[in-house]
Structures are given as structure tokens and as C-alpha cells.
């Protein structure tokens, strides 16, 4: 008679397996038997069945204590254990992907097969992730093993009703399993004794005592936590923790929050206000009802949260910075705070560049960049107005300072030739800012057509409007759907009445006797442009060319680098996002729009950072990058559907018919009401996407209580008891918890 | 004490409330109690006694009847209810429970024939079927024997060396509705006999043990063992009791195995309930005769005393059992185990006789035929019907 | 939205239910005796529980994976026992709440009986079903908590007959507080637990319970299932105070029924007429919301 013993888990259909062995058998012509241990224990426990075979009628009805073969449908439940009894003239076969060398030290001196059941099954379609049915797979292995043919696999499936992925699962299993004669001389182990203690309902001893079952060895999958990087996080040019700002603001904790954001920027204000925030469209939030407001909360953090007191210098080494734009303020403000003397040199008499001089104060008060300036400049920073820094003061910089940063902007306004006009008739954008902000224009009456899509044609058009301008045209040579001006400003724009007229490219100004006209070309879309955007071109149809009359017009068209500053010789190369210029002095670097063309406060403030840390990193060795970013925390990561949908907060604005006049701040954003906090409501919306935020639903949702928060942050799986059902990683709203198999 | 006229269901009531309330002082008590005939007016009683500490709940069934006693038990008070026949039978699983449970639950059977075909008089189908439940089995013949009964029922079963629950039974109609004088107990002769109910394994938030929870073999055959050995210790509980009870209420119970006229008899006959006190006087004419005649009746079946029964029925030459049961494919319940007891002691003659099935009215003339059918017998037979007049 | 806890919940009391219990991984069980222990916190219960899974994972005697005082009860006998126990602990002044824990077979079927004489008495105690609609102990037979449409060992064709309305029935008890509890809503969980506790007499709970083993559903989706069950409509959460007022606590919203029955193997290989299952829950809101309109729970009770 043969005799054999199954290790499986409940409900992995090791009982069953047995019955197919039998049937095989029994199909034969043999008398078999087959039957499981039936105990308390549950789907996913250790389990035990047996099989015999015999040529006469079987009358043994005890639990096989001495098996000639052994089945072990789990690798995880592989051990010593298994040894007990066994006899060493048959089959070790084992479910696992590994050869069956591996084994060559618990099954020693004895014959092994290995076969990678679950994968076949899991191929096949049979069971769950969680449990999969592997018994069907497992029998080709075993007939492969016992010398049994194909066609007594198909026999005992169909005997027991096995259709559909069984039987391809079976026949890939007889064909790919690995039989090996381990070498050495078998270990037979010796039986040891029991010492559990029996206690009665009535005896003194009976406390209660806690379970000794060790529901980990069930577990197939655990949990485990690991950190994402989020969204925001990923696309903030600045470098910003947008995810940490929020989730100190949803604690309501605005001083804390803004701390978190002084670490990377010295413009939250700023930022606030006018950033293009690629962190919104990247919020994860976009695909369940509407992204995070990350512009409004980085306003309210900065207009709320309480500013620390600045550090002043403790190092030796001054450094120059050249240009005082964001990107030039922001190299200043994280050179300072790391205890550097700076010396900011500004041509002009002003500080603060393109944010100053091309952003209207309607959309970014003066008090606010002089506020966040000044902080900047209360780290001990000494400024230089008025000092022009030329190419031959460039290479003198190189000899008094340690260091130099060159962030001078854009200075070439790109232009179009219109015709021969009157100089005031065509302007350019920037310096039309420029005059309004000093008070130097008005558009009373006057019809005006701005050229552009950018946020200076934007700025350029609310602008006009402000200053009397009694209409205001916006063209733009693609849709709006390809304009870089922030949406936002797009519609307020509309808002404030002004027209826009997509797919329209200006050509010359005639002039019909004494209104002017602009001769328009009608565009449509093309094929993509290597900036990805569909290229525009004629539109050849009737009507393509149309006049439009106008008393100015106004080019917002963007700017280019002026490199004149550059010495010769001078070799721009590219590292960790700054730019160094190969001179012969100590480093310089160059930053912002200048070196990069990126286009956005935020980007200036970003590059300005980096050339902080690399100025340091050459200075002191002291590395400030961070590591490289963990993997993105994607949609599906995130368990949407344990949030409650939650209308975003848009903030307050100032009515249309008001702000057209007016140069007051347009947004007012997120205002404290006394029974409504939106800013509070707001961050709390936030998934904060692969960062762990101590929400501790992973604890409550444990159906095993084995995963516990010792203190703030720091959370334990008891793997002892851990069953790996998955419920803290299907629970865990921002897919910190993930399942990893054993 | 007073001496009474009451019904024995009034009488086993009264007892057990005052048994109920002499625990007061302890955990109080409590009771399920669903009617059945001819068990009813037992519940009525104890539903009209004003405890002082206890609540009796009239529940849907026997079988929740039994498991709110458990429930009680468990948490410590003193737990009794009552039933018969049919209300027994559905009550099973649950008096199983109690037995399993070791609580010392005390349950009046007023013996009644189990239907259907539905007929309401006595016989001991009902408490004979639960013999295999763990409980302790006390059968009263009459109204004394029942109060004493049911008062040595909770000191044993509520004894530490016990710990097992009690059936007492008393025959339907036969006591249960017969008015008969009785010496009634005093509540303060309870509280005297009975000490507070100490239950060692009720439930406590300190020990959170799980009553029941799940046992291998192993823990079972120890789980059982453990109700074998408490069934053993009762003879001298028992003895103990009896001791005790004299010098509070005056009288002397009997044991487990009343022997009467056994001393010298060549024959000796056995019964229990109502039938041994027909048979005893029946006997009592006949030795008036000069027959050496004797009797035992049984008043403790489970355990069932097998040493005391053998020195009981001492050097007879022939016994004979009544029983008022059947188990079909067998013969009467008494008989057979009273058989298995006489096993490789005795070559003794044991003859079973089935009588007053379906509460047939067994008249002292039936049992003088017994008797002169078992007098003559040379070698025993089949269980032998003795049918009741129509 | 999730809730931020500032510092981690240790109780100082054993665990109700402690590790190394047998319940399968992913037991809807288990987390509904993980909130009752929260939500009881020190007021430790005593538990009464009839044959059900939740009585065999308590495991091997002498050891036990409840750290509360617990008798095994038989099947249909919970309610009783747990009176037994109820009346004795109010005779001597304890008032550790006594849990009645049962499946649905203990609870609509063989419990029914013993449930409504408890329920009719108003005994002092908290009836709590978990139910997984199958005899799940016994390897997934049908029991009248089985749905329409259910594969189950003994309906291998799928049942035909509807699921008992269990809460109407508890509800025609007139008892005091009558609540369904679901796992995906945790908040209303445990403010019903913190409503069943206050409340005294009968307190019935039905908890639908993910059985990933009867479902034959993924282990790691039992929390989501139980929500696709309540934003469908298949499992309304709500409340009936003394067994006439009615409360919605969650409105269905829209989600099809599909997403409830597509992620579970049991539904599957039958004809289930999901047309039919829809009417069913319409035909059950129309009835809970007419309740609500006309009963409804004054605004401050909680």
C-alpha cells in the first residue's frame, strides 16, 4: 500500500487534490483512499489530507503517520516538520518556483520534484490572488512524477467535473516540473512529545490563556509600507512639499505649514498668486471630483502663517548674485539662510524683476512681493541698486567673491514687424506694464489689440482695460487651448470683458484714414511643432484676411536671453539644473529665465535653489539635493473610494464690474468666515498621495488588531499573526500599505 | 416547619423558592420556566414567589427555559426550572449543555409519557431519556420524598466535588396533582441547609475564559472523565447531605437504594416512584404470609450506586424490575442496567417486567400477579408486558 | 474623508477579539469585533455566542482568541442565555453589557424564535448579527439571510427566494433601537455602538459581513464590497428607534449593483436576473424613505 501526505492551506483545495490522486488511482483499477484532518481552522491554515493506494481493498482508517510520498501545496509551510514519518524511498513534490535544489539541505539524500503551481494557475485563471487554487496543476506534476500518463490526468478531470483552465494548468505542470536525487544521506527525524496541558472547565489553572496559534504561517502575502512621491510634489518647479504644506494646514498648523514651504521657496505669496501650478493639474484628485486648490492654500499659508526669524550670515565665503528676479532672490534667500554674506547686484532701481516690473498689481500686490523681499534681504543680504554688472564687472565678481549666480531674465523683447508706424502705436508688453505700474499710460477711448497668449498678453489686456481702454482685443495665432497664460487668468480676463480671437495672426497695420487697421491673417492647426503644441498656418479659405481696426496694439510675444553679459570664451554646461560657465575664477553659475527660458516665477525660484545648493555642494561638499524621487504615486494607488466627495474651495474674487477699473488685488482667496474655514476644509480634501499622514485607518481597519501605532508615526505589523487578507493596503488611502508576497 | 395538604407541585415550588432565596445573600437566582402538563403548576408557584433577589423569565420553550437557567448558572446564581415529556425532549441539547457546563442546575421532571400519540399521564420515557445528559437523577415517591429530594438535589449538585446539575422526578398526576400532606420547610431551614451558591467557574472579567470552546479528542475524553469522577463522588455527598439534614429539618431522608424486608428474602423486587410504595405494601401482605419477600426501591438512577444496590439486594435468588419505560429493541431501562450491574457478581435470576406504560393505573392486583409470575420463574425470559385494565 | 487620530488607541484592557483567532483572513467578523471593542472601550462585554464561526475561532480549549468572559451557546439558544446571564448580572448591580454575537443561521433561522420571546421581554442585552448570508461554519449552505440569485451548496442553481427582512421583523418587536452597521461606514458604526450602548433593553445590530471564503470574493476587497453593497442601495444603513421611527444614515448613490456582485464568484454561474435584484431595492427604499417620511427620528436623538 502507498501512502501520502498533502500539506496545504484551507481552502487551497488540498483535500481535493487528494481525491484527484485517488481518482487517478482509482481509474486504474486500484483501491484508494483519500480523505483531509477536518479542524477548527480556516481558509488559509495548515491543513492536512491523505491518499492510498493499494491493489486490495483498503480497511485502514488511522491518519497516515508514515507517508511514502509527500505533496506540499504551499512553499511557505515548507520545513523540517514535514520530515516526521516520512519515508525516503518516495516523492518529495513541492509547489514552488525554485529548483529543487534549493532544498538540498531539509530534504536531503531524498528524491525531489518542484513545480511552479501557482504561477501556472494563476495563468489559468484558477482561485485568487490571495488564494490560489492550485490542486488541479499540482496533479499533472504528481502523474509526471509517479510515472503516470496524460491521459490518466484527463481521465480523473473529467471523472471529477475539472473543465475550463484545469486541464491546460495540469498538462503545463506534468510537462515543466524538475525532478532531482538530492545527494546526501536523508534526515529522519526522531518523535518528540507533546506538552499541552489539558485543563477542565473547573480547574484553578483556567485564566483564559491567549491563543498559541500563529495565524502568520497562514499568510501567503503581508503588508508592508513603503513612501511614494507624490504628484504635486513631482511637478512643483520650485521644488515645493506641497503634500507636507497641505497636511500641516489640514492639522491646522499655518505656521507649521509655511515652514515647510520656506524650506524651498522664499515666495508662497508670490507663488500663491501667480504660479501656473502644474501641481493642480497634476493633483490625483482630478480623477475622483476636482484637484486640490494648491494655489489658494499656498496664498492663505503665506498671508496667515507667521515668518520666523531670519538667520544671519556665520560663514566666510561671500557670494554675488547677479539679478534680482525670483530667480537671482530666491539664490540669495537659501545662500543666506545657509549662513552665506550676499551681495545682490541689481541694475535696475528696484528689486524683484519681471514679478515687479511685468506682473500687474491686481494680480500681485506690491505689498506682498516687499514683504517676502524684504525677508529675503532681513538675512543679512547687502544689495547693490542701480549696478549694472557688465561683462568685464562679471569677471571682477570671479575675483572678490567665492562664488557668483547670474540670473539676469530675459531682456530681448521678441517683436513683429507690423510696418513702418508711429513708435507709440506699437508697444511692447513688458514695458507697457512697465509705464502702467509707474502710472505713465493711459488708453482712454482708445481701441486695443493685444498680440499674444502668454500671461503678459494677459496681463498687457486687464491691464489696458484698467487704464480706460474702451475695448480690448486679444489675439493669438493658435486656440486658447494652447495658450500659456494660467486658465485662470484667461477667464477673468473674459470676465472682465475682453474678446479673444483664437487662430488670428496679425499681419501689417494700414491705415484708413484716421483709425488705424490691423490686417489679420485667419490660422488653423496643423501638425504638432516640436514643442508638442499643433503648429498654426493659413488658413487659405474666403474671408481669410480681415481687418480689424485698433488704436494700439500691443505685442506680448515673449522675451529672449541678452548674452552680451557673457565673457568670451565663456562655455555654458548643464548640472543639476544649473548652468556653469566655464571661467577661469571661482564658479559662477547662471539661473532663471536667463539659462533657462522655463518662463515661470516658479521655475526662476526652483533653478535659483539648485544654484544655492550646487554653489554649497562646491563650496563646503555638503550635499542639499534630494535623493533621487521615489516612484510617483499613480491614481490607481490611491483608494479613492474611501473619501467623501467634497466640492473644492475656489476662493472669493472680486466681481468683474468692480476690478475693471481698479488695480486692487482681483483674488481675494481663501477668507475665514467664522462657521467656515475653506482653507481647513480645503487641505483636508487633500489624498496626500503616497505619503503616510498618521491617518491610522490602517488600525482601525485591521480585522486582526495586529497592526498597532506605537507613537506618532510609527506603525508595526505583528507578523506573527498577520494573516495578509490586504484590508490595511485596500484601506490605506494614499497607498503607503502595499501587499508583498512571502 | 409546617405540616401541610398541598399538591406535590405546589409542594416542589415552594421548596424551590425558598431554595432560590435563601441564596440572597449570594448572586440571587433565577429561572426559565415554560408550562407544560402536568409540570405547570410548579412554574406558577415559583411565578408567584416575591424573591427578594431573583427574577423568573416565562420564556418561549423548554428550550430556552433551559438555557436562560445556564445563562444564570453561569453568571453565578442559583438556577431551577421544571418540565415534562415533550417540553424535556425539545429541552435536550440545551440540558446537555448544563450537564457539559457543570452548573448546578436543579429541574423538576414530572413524569409524563412521550407523545405523540398525545397522552399526559405518567411514565418515565421522559426522564429516563435525559439519563445520559450528566445530570444527576433523584426520583421521588411521594410529597416528602419530593421536598427532601430537591433539597439534598442543590446541596449536591451545588457541591464543589459535584458540581453537576439534578433532575428530580416525581410521577404525573400520581404526586403532582394529588393533595397530600406534607411537612413544608421554613425559610430560615433553608438558608440553614443550603450555603450560598459559590459557583467556581462563573463567568469573571478577570479570567476570561470561553465556556465551551472548541476540544480535541483528547480534551474531551479529559472533559468527560472529569463528569465520571464528580458522579462518583456523589455517594458520599449524598451521604454527607443526609447527615446534615436531620439536625435541621428533623427527619432522615433515604439514600439512593431504599431496601425494604431484603434481609432475608429469596426474592426481591425493584421499583421507583409511586410503584415502589404499591409494591411495598403488596409485599408487606405477603409477608404477612411468610413470603420472603423484599423490595428496593430506586430513588438515585444516576449514578446509579452499583455496590449499594448489589449489598441491597443481597442473597436473593430472584429479582424482579417495574419499569414504566420502554426502550424499543430493548426492554425497560431499570432492567437493563440493573442487569449489567448484577454482572459477574451474582448468578441471581432478574426478570423485567413492563408495567403502567402510558400512566396505566398499576393496582396492587397486577403486582401480585408479578409476583407470583417471578416466585415460580426457573429461568428469566423476555421482558414481560403486564397489561393495565382498559 | 478619513479621520486624523493624534495619538494611537492602546487600550489598557485585553482585546476582544486577540490575535491568533481562526476566522479566515479578510473576515468581515473580525472587524466588526475589532469596533465593538473600540467602541465598548472600558465597559468590557460578556459574549454569548451560538454555534457560528464566531464561536469556533475562538480556538482550542483551554486557550481562547476572545479576551472577554464568553459561553458557547447552542444554535438557536444565544438570546436565551444571554437573558440568563442579563438578569443575574442586573440582580447584583453589573452592568457589562451582554453580547448576543451571531451568525445569520443563529439569527433568521434557527435563532428566530429565541431572538423574538427576547425581543418581546425587552431583555437587557445587545443582539448583534454578523451577517454573512450562508451557513459559513458549515462550508456555505443557503440560509434565509442568502439573497436572491446566490450560488450556495445547497442551491447550486442559485436561490430563487428572497432574503428574509430581518429588521422589519426585529422592528415589529417594537424594541428600542434596531440598527444596521456597515464595515465601509465607520463613523455611523460606532456611533450606533455608542447608541446601543447608552440604550437600554433589546438592541438589535445587523452587520452585512464579507465572507471571502462564501463569497468566494478577494480577501483584500471586503471593506469595498460591503461599500459597493450600500452606495447600490442592496444593503441600506439605517436605524429604527423603538421600532417606529426610521432613520436613513446613508443614501444610495447611484452605484450599479454590479460592481457589488460582479467582484464575487458566488454570484457567478447562475442566471441572476439583476432586473429582479433591482426591483427588490427599489421596492425596499420606496418602504424605508415612506418610513422615514412618516416616522421620522426627532433631529437630536443620536
Known amino acids: 500500500m502507498t501512502e501520502i501526505t498533502l500539506f496545504g492551506r484551507g481552502g487551497q483545495g488540498g483535500v481535493t487534490l487528494a481525491k484527484l490522486v485517488a481518482t487517478t488511482y482509482f481509474l486504474r483499477g486500484k483501491y484508494v483512499q483519500a480523505f483531509g484532518v477536518y479542524a477548527a481552522e480556516r481558509s488559509g491554515a495548515p491543513i492536512q489530507a491523505y491518499v492510498r493506494i493499494s491493489d486490495e481493498e483498503i480497511t485502514v482508517h488511522n491518519q497516515v503517520r508514515a507517508p511514502k510520498h509527500i505533496i506540499v501545496l504551499d512553499r511557505t509551510l515548507i520545513g523540517p516538520h514535514m520530515l516526521a514519518g516520512l519515508r525516503t524511498d518516495g516523492w518529495v513534490i513541492l509547489n514552488t518556483s525554485e529548483a529543487p535544489e534549493a532544498y538540498a539541505e531539509v530534504f536531503r539524500g531524498r528524491r525531489v520534484a518542484t513545480i511552479d503551481a501557482t504561477r501556472i494557475a494563476v495563468e489559468n485563471g484558477l482561485g485568487t490572488k490571495t488564494v490560489p487554487i492550485v490542486n488541479t496543476t499540482l496533479l499533472g506534476a504528481v502523474a509526471r512524477v509517479y510515472g503516470l500518463e496524460v491521459t490518466d490526468i484527463e481521465a480523473a478531470l473529467e471523472e471529477m467535473k475539472f473543465g475550463g483552465g484545469n486541464v491546460p494548468a495540469a498538462k503545463t505542470a506534468f510537462d515543466q516540473v524538475r525532478m532531482v536525487e538530492l545527494p546526501g544521506q536523508p534526515i529522519v527525524p526522531v518523535a518528540g512529545e507533546g506538552d499541552e496541558r489539558v485543563l477542565s472547565l473547573l480547574d484553578e489553572r ?53 515652514a515647510i514651504l520656506l524650506k524651498t521657496t522664499p515666495f508662497p505669496g508670490t507663488c500663491g498668486r501667480v504660479c501656473p501650478a502644474p501641481c493642480m493639474d497634476a493633483c490625483n484628485r482630478n480623477e475622483y471630483d476636482a484637484g486640490i486648490n494648491v494655489r489658494e492654500l499656498e ?68 505689498e506682498i512681493l516687499d514683504r517676502e523681499i524684504s525677508f529675503i534681504l532681513r538675512h543679512g543680504v547687502t544689495v547693490r541698486t542701480g549696478a549694472r554688472v557688465d561683462r568685464q564687472r562679471l569677471l571682477g565678481l570671479t575675483n572678490e567673491f567665492a562664488a557668483t ?67 480690448v482685443r486679444v489675439v493669438y495665432r493658435r486656440t486658447r487651448k494652447e495658450m500659456p497664460a494660467i486658465a485662470e487668468e484667461i477667464d477673468e480676463a473674459l470676465a472682465e470683458g475682453i474678446q479673444l480671437h483664437e487662430l488670428v495672426l496679425p499681419l501689417e497695420v494700414r491705415r484708413n484714414g484716421s483709425k488705424p487697421l490691423l490686417v489679420c491673417q485667419r490660422m488653423k492647426l496643423g501638425e504638432p511643432d516640436e514643442s508638442g503644441r499643433a503648429r498654426p498656418v493659413p488658413d487659405t479659405g474666403p474671408d481669410a484676411q480681415f481687418d480689424l481696426p485698433c488704436d494700439r496694439v500691443i505685442l506680448a510675444l515673449g522675451q529672449s536671453h541678452d548674452l552680451s553679459i557673457l565673457p568670451e570664451g565663456a562655455e555654458m554646461h548643464s548640472e543639476d539644473g544649473s548652468v556653469l560657465l566655464g571661467l577661469s575664477g571661482s564658479p559662477v553659475l547662471a539661473g532663471g529665465d536667463f539659462a533657462t527660458n522655463e518662463g515661470t516665477v516658479t521655475a526662476a525660484v526652483g533653478n535659483g535653489k539648485r544654484a544655492a545648493w ?53 483674488r481675494l482667496g481663501l477668507v475665514d468666515d467664522p462657521g467656515h474655514r475653506p482653507a481647513l476644509v480645503e487641505a483636508n480634501r487633500c489624498f496626500s498621495c503616497g505619503v503616510c499622514n498618521q491617518c491610522d485607518r490602517c488600525v482601525s481597519y485591521c480585522p486582526e488588531g495586529v497592526l498597532v501605532r506605537d507613537g506618532v508615526g510609527q506603525y508595526r505589523f505583528d507578523y506573527d499573526y498577520c494573516k495578509g487578507c490586504g484590508v490595511c493596503s485596500s484601506q490605506c488611502p494614499r497607498g503607503v500599505i502595499f501587499m508583498k508576497d512571502l | 416547619m409546617a405540616r401541610a395538604l398541598v399538591t406535590g407541585n405546589y409542594a416542589a415550588g415552594y421548596t424551590l423558592s425558598l ?65 415534562s415529556s415533550n417540553g424535556l425532549a425539545y429541552m435536550v441539547e440545551n440540558v446537555y449543555m448544563a450537564g457539559f457546563y457543570r452548573l448546578p442546575i436543579v429541574m423538576i421532571a414530572v413524569n409524563r409519557t412521550l407523545g405523540p400519540p398525545w397522552n399526559i399521564w405518567t411514565d418515565q420515557s421522559d426522564s429516563l431519556m435525559l439519563r445520559d445528559t450528566g445530570w444527576i437523577q433523584l426520583y421521588a415517591a411521594a410529597h416528602q420524598d419530593l421536598v427532601d429530594a430537591i433539597l439534598l438535589a442543590f446541596r449536591i449538585a451545588e457541591d464543589h466535588r459535584v458540581l453537576l446539575p439534578v433532575l428530580v422526578s416525581m410521577d404525573g398526576f400520581l404526586v403532582s396533582h394529588t393533595s397530600g400532606v406534607v411537612e413544608l420547610p421554613e425559610l430560615e431551614q433553608v438558608e440553614r441547609y443550603l450555603p450560598n451558591l459559590d459557583l467556581p467557574h462563573r463567568l469573571r472579567h478577570e479570567h476570561p475564559v470561553t465556556v465551551g470552546g472548541m476540544t480535541f479528542p483528547h480534551e ?42 431484603t434481609e432475608d428474602a429469596e426474592t426481591v423486587l425493584i421499583a421507583c416512584n409511586t410503584m415502589s410504595r404499591t409494591l411495598k405494601n403488596v409485599i408487606r ?95 428469566a425470559v423476555a421482558p414481560i408486558w403486564k397489561e393495565v385494565a382498559a | 474623508m478619513s479621520t486624523v487620530a493624534e495619538t494611537a488607541h492602546k487600550p489598557e484592557h485585553d482585546c476582544l477579539l486577540r490575535p491568533g483567532s481562526t476566522n479566515c483572513a479578510g473576515c468581515g467578523m473580525s472587524l466588526g469585533l475589532q469596533w465593538l471593542d473600540e467602541a465598548l472601550g472600558e465597559n468590557r462585554p460578556v459574549m454569548v455566542i451560538p454555534a457560528c464561526c464566531g464561536i469556533v475561532t475562538a480556538g482550542k480549549f483551554p486557550t481562547t482568541a476572545y479576551g472577554v468572559p464568553t459561553v458557547a451557546a447552542t444554535f438557536a439558544a444565544a438570546a436565551a442565555v444571554g437573558t440568563g446571564v442579563s438578569v443575574v448580572q442586573e440582580l447584583n448591580g453589573d452592568d457589562h453589557p451582554v453580547v448576543c454575537w451571531a451568525g445569520d443561521g443563529g439569527t433568521y433561522d434557527i435563532g428566530l424564535a429565541t431572538i423574538s420571546a427576547a425581543a418581546e421581554r425587552n431583555e437587557n442585552i445587545i443582539f448583534f448579527c454578523y451577517d454573512n448570508e450562508i451557513y459559513g461554519n458549515t462550508g456555505g449552505q443557503r440560509s434565509s439571510a442568502t439573497p436572491a440569485g446566490v450560488r450556495t451548496t445547497t442551491t447550486p442553481f442559485g436561490k430563487v427566494e428572497t432574503k428574509k427582512d430581518i429588521m ?71 436605524e429604527v428607534f423603538g421600532g417606529t421611527h426610521y432613520r436613513i444614515n446613508v443614501r444610495r448613490d447611484g452605484t450599479p449593483v454590479e460592481e457589488f456582485t460582479q467582484r464575487q464568484r458566488r454570484y457567478r454561474g447562475v442566471d441572476v436576473d439583476l432586473d429582479i435584484v433591482r426591483a427588490q431595492i427599489e421596492q425596499r427604499w420606496q418602504f424605508l424613505e415612506t418610513m422615514e417620511r412618516a416616522f421620522p427620528v426627532a433631529e437630536d436623538r443620536r
Open chain 1, 299 to 366: 496664498r492663505y499659508t503665506a498671508d496667515h502663517g507667521k515668518l520666523p526669524l531670519p538667520t544671519k550670515p556665520h560663514r566666510k565665503q561671500p557670494i554675488a548674485v547677479v539679478g534680482s528676479g525670483p530667480a537671482g532672490l530666491a539664490a540669495t534667500y537659501h545662500l543666506a539662510r545657509l549662513g552665506y554674506p550676499v551681495t545682490l547686484f541689481e541694475a535696475g532701481g528696484e528689486l524683484g524683476g519681471v514679478m515687479r516690473t511685468g506682473i500687474p498689481a491686481y494680480r500681485l500686490p506690491r
Open chain 3, 168 to 238: 422589519s421583523i426585529m422592528a415589529a418587536h417594537r424594541v428600542p433601537y434596531a440598527a444596521t452597521l456597515s464595515l465601509a461606514h465607520r463613523d455611523d458604526f460606532m456611533r450606533k455602538l455608542a447608541t446601543a450602548r447608552r440604550t437600554r433593553g433589546f438592541r438589535f445590530l445587523l452587520m452585512l459581513s464579507p465572507c471571502p471564503t462564501g463569497w468566494k470574493s478577494e480577501p483584500t476587497q471586503s471593506v469595498e464590497l460591503v461599500d459597493y453593497a450600500v452606495r447600490s442601495g442592496l444593503f441600506p444603513v439605517y
Open chain 1, 614 to 666: 550646487h554653489i554649497h555642494r562646491t563650496l563646503t561638499g555638503e550635499d542639499l539635493f534630494p535623493p533621487p524621487a521615489k516612484p510617483l504615486a499613480a491614481p490607481e494607488e490611491i483608494s479613492m473610494h474611501v473619501f467623501s466627495r467634497v466640492p473644492r474651495e475656489e476662493g472669493v474674487e472680486m466681481p468683474p464690474e468692480l476690478r475693471r477699473r481698479s488695480f486692487a488685488e482681483v
Open chain 1, 405 to 471: 549666480f547670474v540670473a539676469t531674465g530675459l531682456q530681448e523683447l521678441r517683436a513683429l514687424n507690423l510696418g513702418n508706424l508711429e513708435p507709440e502705436f506699437v508697444e511692447q508688453g513688458i514695458d507697457f506694464l512697465d509705464h502702467v505700474r509707474r502710472g505713465e499710460r493711459a488708453l482712454r477711448g482708445l481701441d486695443v489689440v493685444v498680440v499674444g497668449g502668454g500671461n503678459t498678453a494677459m496681463d498687457a489686456a486687464r491691464s489696458a482695460r484698467r487704464v480706460g481702454a474702451a475695448s
Open chain 2, 19 to 83: 431554595a432560590g432565596e435563601s441564596n440572597r445573600e449570594a448572586m440571587g437566582c433565577a429561572v426559565g420556566a415554560y408550562p407544560i402538563t402536568p409540570q405547570t403548576e410548579i412554574i406558577e408557584t415559583v411565578a408567584a414567589y416575591k424573591f427578594s433577589k431573583g427574577r423568573m423569565v416565562a420564556v418561549e420553550s423548554e428550550h430556552s427555559a433551559m438555557a436562560v437557567c445556564i445563562g444564570a448558572s453561569l453568571a453565578g446564581a442559583r438556577a431551577f426550572t421544571a418540565s
Open chain 2, 285 to 379: 401482605e405477603r409477608r404477612k404470609r411468610g413470603e420472603k419477600i423484599g423490595m428496593i426501591e430506586t430513588r438515585m438512577f444516576r449514578p446509579l450506586i452499583e455496590d449499594e444496590l448489589r449489598a441491597a439486594i443481597g442473597p436473593a435468588k430472584r429479582v424482579g424490575i417495574l419499569d414504566r419505560n420502554i426502550s424499543p429493541g430493548s426492554g425497560g431501562v431499570f432492567w437493563r442496567e440493573i442487569t449489567s450491574a448484577l454482572q459477574g457478581h451474582s448468578d441471581v435470576l432478574v426478570q423485567d417486567y413492563l408495567v403502567g406504560l402510558g400512566g396505566g393505573d398499576v393496582t396492587p392486583a397486577i403486582i401480585n400477579e408479578i409476583i407470583d409470575d417471578l416466585v415460580t420463574r426457573k429461568r
Open chain 2, 220 to 261: 474531551t475524553e479529559h472533559h468527560r472523565k472529569g463528569m465520571i469522577d464528580a458522579m462518583d463522588r456523589v455517594p458520599e455527598v449524598l451521604r454527607e447531605a443526609i447527615e446534615e439534614f436531620e439536625p435541621v429539618f428533623g427527619r432522615r431522608p433515604r439514600g439512593a437504594m431504599a431496601a425494604d424486608f
Open chain 1, 206 to 258: 483556567l485564566v483564559g490563556d491567549e491563543p498559541t496559534i500563529h495565524t502568520g504561517s497562514w499568510a501567503s502575502r503581508v503588508p508592508d509600507r513603503h513612501e511614494l512621491e507624490p504628484p504635486c510634489n513631482h511637478s512643483c518647479p520650485a521644488g515645493n512639499d506641497v503634500q507636507g504644506f497641505i497636511q500641516a494646514l489640514a492639522k491646522d498648523k499655518v505656521d507649521e505649514a509655511l
